[in-house]
């Protein structure tokens, strides 16, 4: 897959495994396994991005007397989830349109 | 590997990072580790989840920018003493040629990892001009009434045609690869500044 194309996936996939309830690294990579292999390092660079961009906030709370990074997602972040929906369904209508031209050769 | 062995190495082999950065992936890769052993896991297993601790340095390094690395570099070293100073200005034309050779050493190998993509697309270019000379001649041949010349020249431009497009695909093929080894090569450079000693 293009990489560009992919970098933009990646992270509008960790948005929405965060979208309804705040998580930690460890169960995004899990929600997201799945659908996608994602390695640490790569999550944290997403992660790290996001967070740059505000699209992410980012807490430590105790947990088993360590500390946990929960992340929570912004308003950029949900308008960039819902940016995505809207330019996807651009893509389906040319893919759409793409196959017909497909089916009608054969 | 136990955990703390895992992050100890880590570490030593990111030193030259900025600590704070440096800090947080730590902590990050720690939690991870401690996330799975909660699920059930062995320390050790964990930590094999995480990968090879080279591929997670490399993977590091090829996200940090040059600039952050080099910086980092010199800001470790900042008070310098007076006999530091003298010794720097006087040493200049030697550390500073030596400088200028390790740099254009960099620079020499990018264009070594280049010039085979370069010669080809060269190639290519010229095939493709051939062509168009071969094209045209047959043509101006033909309408001096020398048609069997005329169609020679021709035929030679579509084989010179079929042989650039060959070139084409190869060169593309080639930058790729070219594309490939400098990223590599980057990566190399960059723990060249990192890490302790074993970088």
């Not at chain 2, 940090?64 to 010199?74: A, C, H, N, S, Y």
Request: charged letters at 25%; a negative charge.
């Amino acid at each position: 897959m293009d990489i560009q194309l992919k970098r933009g996936l990646l992270d509008v996939c960790v948005l929405a495994a965060i979208k309804n309830e705040d998580s930690y690294g460890y169960k995004i990579i899990k929600d997201m396994k799945p659908y996608l292999e994602l390695s640490e390092s790569t999550l944290y660079t997403i992660l790290k991005r996001l967070e740059t961009a505000d699209m992410l906030k980012v807490r430590s709370v105790e947990h088993n007397g360590r500390l946990r990074k929960y992340y929570h997602i912004t308003s950029a972040g949900l308008k960039r989830i819902n940016d995505f929906r809207e330019e996807w369904k651009e893509m389906v209508s040319i893919y759409q349109f793409v196959s017909r031209e497909d089916d009608s050769n054969e | 590997m136990s955990k703390q062995e895992f992050l100890n190495q880590l570490e030593r082999r990111l030193a030259g990072l900025p600590a704070e950065d440096i800090d947080e992936r730590l902590n990050f890769y720690s939690e991870m580790i401690d996330d799975r052993m909660e699920e059930g896991l062995s320390e050790e297993e964990a930590v094999n989840e995480i990968g090879p601790i080279d591929t997670v340095v490399s993977q590091i390094l090829s996200e940090t920018p040059f600039p952050i690395i080099v910086r980092e570099k010199i800001r470790s070293k900042r008070s310098f003493e007076t006999w530091e100073i003298v010794l720097l200005v006087l040493g200049f034309p030697l550390w500073f040629s030596l400088l200028v050779a390790a740099a254009s050493l960099v620079f020499s190998v990018f264009v070594v990892i280049w010039s085979l993509a370069f010669s080809m697309w060269a190639v290519t270019f010229s095939f493709a001009i051939s062509v168009i000379v071969a094209v045209l001649g047959g043509i101006v041949e033909i309408f001096r009434f020398e048609g069997w010349r005329g169609v020679a020249y021709i035929s030679i431009g579509f084989i010179m045609a079929g042989f650039s497009i060959l070139m084409f695909i190869a060169s593309i093929y080639m930058s790729k690869a070219a594309i490939l080894l400098s990223k590599k090569f980057w990566i190399k450079i960059k723990s060249f500044f990192v890490g302790g000693e074993n970088a």
